[in-house]
C-alpha cells in the first residue's frame, strides 16, 4: 500500500488487472495525472504537493473502483467488466469532481488543480496485460496535446461511443461541424458531455 494516499502500489495495480484480464470478458484500465504537478511542488513545496495527492487519492476512492499509485503524480484505476465507453463516463465524473472541490483536493490559493486521463479497455485495445497500460498510457499523452484536463482514448477508436449511441446522419453532421471549425469530433463531444454533467451535477459513486 502507498503511504502517502493509502491506494494500491504500481506491483499491486499489475497483478489486480491480470487477475482481472483473465476472469472477467471486459476489464477497462484508466491512467491519470495531476495537470502542472511540478508548479505546486515548485511554488508551495512538497508539502502542498503532498496534500494534491491525497485529495485526488480520496476523490479516487470514493468513485468505487480500485485505485492505485503508480509514480509520483501518477494515478490508475481499474474498472472490471466495463465497456469502453462507461470508463471513459467514469473518468469524466473523477475529472469533473476534481475540477468542482479545489477546497477537497488541497488546492493552493493561486493554483486550479485539474487532472488528465487516459482510458483503455481490453480486449479492445490489448489482448495482454503490458499493451493495455501501453494504450491507457498513450491515451493519456493525447489529453495532454490536446490541451489538458480531460479524458482521452487511443487514437485509434478516439470516441468510439459515437457509433454506438448516435444515428448515421448525428455522426455525419458532428464530422461536418468538427471539420468547419478546424476542431477534433472528441474535443466537441466532450464539452457537449461537461454540459450534460453540469446540467444534472450527477454525484460521483
Known sequence: MDELTGLGTFLKFEQDLEASMKEQDL???A???VDQFMRVND?????AGDAVLRGIADVLKAQGHPAY???GDEFAVL???KTL???FLEMEKVRLAVERDQKAVGAPPDLAIQISAGVSQFPRDAKEMRGLIRAADAALLNAKEMGSNQVSLPSNNEMIMKTCYYSSSSVRELSALAESLGRKESVLLREALDD???KY???LR
Open 201 to 203: 451535477d450527477p454525484p
Open 31 to 33: 491512467l491519470l495525472d
Open 85 to 87: 465507453e462507461q470508463a
Open 69 to 71: 499509485r503508480v509514480a
Open 196 to 198: 450534460l454533467l453540469r
Open 27 to 29: 476489464v477497462a484500465v
Open 79 to 81: 474498472m472490471a467488466g
Open 43 to 47: 511554488q508551495h513545496g512538497h508539502v
